[in-house]
């Protein structure tokens, strides 16, 4: 069973970082590309950012480009999100994502991030 636990969540000021990490079980041959997405109190869930393994190439939402960077390690079935100069308005639950061959993307629990102006 695959599972996803993210962390480093937290309170900050507005302009500070946070480094947000994300751990996979399973087997890393399946796994494609991993991603975040945020869902702030009362609006959808949102797509952030996502990193796919074969070349690295990555993509972020409008919102949090040159803000945000996403990387990863595929071998240890982890990714990171770096959020600098945050905003509150990036005040949201983040959640980690999975795709696999094959199978449904597979979730994590969230991590709380929460920005103060």
């Known amino acids: 069973q695959v599972q996803l636990v993210e962390s480093g969540g937290g309170l900050v000021q507005a302009g500070g970082s946070l480094r947000l990490s994300c751990a996979a079980s399973g087997r890393t041959s399946s796994s494609y590309a991993m991603g975040w997405f945020r869902q702030a109190p009362g609006k959808e869930r949102e797509f952030v950012a996502i990193i796919i393994w074969s070349g690295g190439s990555t993509n972020y939402a409008d919102s949090v480009k040159g803000r945000f960077t996403i990387s990863g390690d595929n071998a240890k079935n982890t990714v990171y999100l770096q959020m600098n100069s945050l905003k509150p308005e990036d005040t949201a639950v983040y959640y980690c994502?999975?795709?696999?061959?094959?199978?449904?993307?597979?979730w994590g629990q969230g991590t709380q991030v929460t920005v103060s102006s």
């Open positions: 994502n999975q795709r696999r061959v094959g199978e449904p993307i597979y």
